[in-house]
């Protein structure tokens, strides 16, 4: 696969593959923001929340998915840029749809087991929604691995960018209809198929068409751990509704949604364009190993940095924005909304660390920290505290002994390598 800007030269590619993936970034931080504004306006608070944990739910999913992404563009990568050896293994878009049947087979078979927990009393039609979606977006994963990983970046971004506007579109068309909450998660879910539409183009052809370089067996070993880490990540990440919901009780839970949207509202604009960049941070990773831990701390400074002032701003600015944006029922206290940006912060730095461990190549040191974290803010979630005192302690501190875990991984990877 070629890549994108390769012919611009390398600082030229350099500065064309983050301008693109930046953009692309900025265009789904965008459109996550307006699914969840308009769910707040059409539905009422109840409903709300119950469309919070299919949103959880979905995402942590697609957040599971993400480490065959992950997988996909460091074993790609790594197979392109072996000198005079054309890859043998197994075609990443084929093993991506086969692992995305896997697990929509699973929800399905399981789902007498968490659907009223998790959805509500009437679970199923969500399930549906749920299963055919994660298979829609193994497939999306597969590829848009394969581009990051042969470094077709415009194409990438553009990818990652369309798939947000049509997720936009589709709840956006549910919601003026008067879908309702199930409508509205099936356009959140469907969009995952945008993939398909790009089928005609150069870039894409050739990613579904490359190779991972290793055995299948081998490659669906480090998928698995990868996956392993992520479907805890995403938990934290993106399945903290669902978290919330199954420790607390039904008639809290119902009024949760001002809380959920405020746990939204405050990690998307440090998460999402970092999540978006993971594809890039593995490569960077790759290429500068011998610099040790420096690029890692060069990227972690610059995400405290933007911690620290926007907790600032969402104590001073947070809760009249979100009553005016949102209506009068959203209303959280500006103490609560600056816990949560910083917890947000804690959860980017997990992050960054992630991908830099499994660039490395440590996929279990990655699934650890992840694994960590999330049993740590489990645990809090249990204590006998108010909801909006579990949330902020618990995204905070589990996050934070995760990254202690990938720290030291990193450190000792680094320094065995120099």
Same mark, same amino acid.
């Given at each position: 696969?070629?890549?994108?800007?390769?012919?611009?030269?390398?600082?030229?590619? %350099?500065?064309?593959?983050?301008? !693109?993936?930046?953009?692309?970034?900025?265009?789904? +931080?965008?459109?996550?923001?307006?699914?969840?504004?308009?769910?707040?306006?059409?539905?009422?608070?109840?409903?709300?929340?119950?469309?919070?944990?299919?949103? !959880?739910?979905?995402?942590?999913?697609?957040?599971?998915?993400?480490?065959?992404?992950?997988?996909?563009?460091?074993?790609?990568?790594?197979?392109?840029?072996?000198?005079?050896?054309?890859?043998? !293994?197994?075609?990443?878009?084929?093993?991506?749809?086969?692992?995305?049947?896997?697990?929509?087979?699973?929800?399905?078979?399981? +789902?007498?087991?968490? @659907?009223?927990?998790?959805?509500?009393?009437?679970?199923?039609?969500? *399930?549906?929604?749920?299963?055919?979606? *994660?298979?829609?977006?193994? @497939?999306?994963?597969? *590829?848009?691995?394969?581009?990051?990983?042969?470094?077709?970046?415009?194409?990438?971004?553009?990818?990652?960018?369309?798939?947000?506007?049509?997720?936009?579109?589709?709840?956006?068309?549910?919601?003026?209809?008067?879908?309702?909450?199930? !409508?509205?998660?099936?356009?959140? /879910?469907?969009?995952?198929?945008?993939?398909?539409?790009?089928?005609?183009?150069?870039?894409?052809?050739?990613?579904?068409?490359?190779?991972?370089?290793?055995?299948?067996?081998?490659?669906?070993?480090? +998928?698995? %751990?990868?996956?392993?880490?992520?479907?805890?990540?995403?938990?934290?990440?993106?399945?903290?509704?669902?978290?919330?919901?199954?420790?607390?009780?039904?008639?809290?839970?119902?009024?949760?949604?001002?809380?959920?949207?405020?746990?939204?509202?405050?990690?998307?604009?440090?998460?999402?364009?970092?999540?978006?960049?993971?594809?890039?941070?593995?490569?960077?990773?790759?290429?500068?190993?011998?610099?040790?831990?420096?690029?890692?701390?060069? *990227?972690?400074?610059?995400?405290?940095?933007? /911690?620290?002032?926007?907790?600032?701003?969402?104590?001073?600015? /947070?809760?009249?924005?979100?009553?005016?944006?949102?209506?009068?029922?959203?209303?959280?206290?500006?103490?609560?909304?600056?816990?949560?940006?910083?917890?947000?912060?804690?959860?980017?730095?997990?992050?960054?660390?992630?991908?830099?461990?499994?660039?490395?190549?440590?996929?279990?040191?990655?699934?650890?920290?992840?694994?960590?974290?999330?049993?740590?803010?489990?645990?809090?979630?249990?204590?006998?505290?108010?909801?909006?005192?579990?949330?902020?302690?618990?995204?905070?501190? @589990?996050?934070?002994?995760?990254?202690?875990?990938?720290?030291? +991984?990193?450190?000792?990877?680094?320094?065995?390598?120099?």
């Amino acid at each position: 696969m070629t890549a994108d800007a390769g012919a611009a030269g390398p600082a030229t590619g %350099q500065a064309a593959r983050i301008g !693109g993936v930046g953009l692309a970034s900025l265009v789904a +931080a965008a459109a996550g923001y307006l699914v969840l504004l308009v769910a707040a306006r059409v539905l009422t608070p109840a409903q709300n929340a119950d469309f919070l944990a299919f949103w !959880g739910l979905l995402f942590f999913c697609f957040g599971v998915l993400g480490g065959l992404q992950n997988e996909t563009t460091r074993a790609v990568h790594v197979a392109l840029a072996a000198p005079g050896q054309a890859p043998r !293994g197994p075609r990443a878009l084929r093993a991506g749809l086969l692992v995305g049947s896997a697990l929509a087979l699973a929800l399905l078979v399981t +789902a007498p087991l968490w @659907g009223r927990a998790v959805l509500g009393p009437r679970p199923w039609p969500l *399930v549906g929604v749920v299963a055919v979606s *994660v298979l829609a977006f193994a @497939g999306h994963a597969a *590829v848009g691995g394969s581009l990051a990983g042969g470094g077709a970046w415009s194409t990438y971004a553009r990818l990652v960018g369309s798939e947000s506007v049509v997720r936009l579109v589709l709840t956006g068309v549910a919601a003026a209809v008067g879908l309702g909450t199930t !409508g509205m998660a099936a356009g959140a /879910g469907f969009a995952a198929a945008t993939w398909l539409g790009f089928s005609a183009a150069p870039a894409v052809r050739a990613a579904r068409s490359s190779r991972v370089g290793v055995s299948g067996r081998q490659f669906a070993g480090t +998928a698995v %751990q990868a996956m392993a880490g992520t479907a805890a990540s995403a938990a934290l990440v993106v399945g903290f509704p669902v978290l919330l919901r199954v420790t607390t009780p039904a008639d809290a839970y119902a009024l949760a949604a001002p809380l959920l949207m405020a746990v939204q509202l405050t990690r998307a604009p440090l998460l999402i364009p970092l999540n978006a960049y993971q594809g890039v941070a593995i490569t960077h990773f790759l290429a500068h190993r011998d610099r040790g831990a420096r690029p890692l701390l060069q *990227v972690a400074a610059v995400v405290l940095a933007g /911690g620290a002032v926007g907790a600032g701003a969402a104590a001073v600015v /947070g809760p009249w924005l979100m009553a005016a944006v949102l209506g009068p029922d959203y209303r959280v206290p500006g103490s609560v909304l600056a816990g949560l940006t910083a917890s947000a912060c804690a959860l980017a730095l997990l992050t960054l660390t992630g991908a830099a461990v499994l660039a490395l190549g440590r996929h279990r040191a990655y699934a650890a920290g992840w694994l960590v974290a999330t049993a740590v803010s489990a645990v809090l979630l249990l204590m006998p505290w108010s909801l909006e005192a579990r949330a902020v302690v618990s995204l905070a501190a @589990g996050p934070l002994v995760g990254v202690l875990v990938h720290a030291v +991984a990193v450190r000792r990877a680094t320094v065995g390598h120099r």
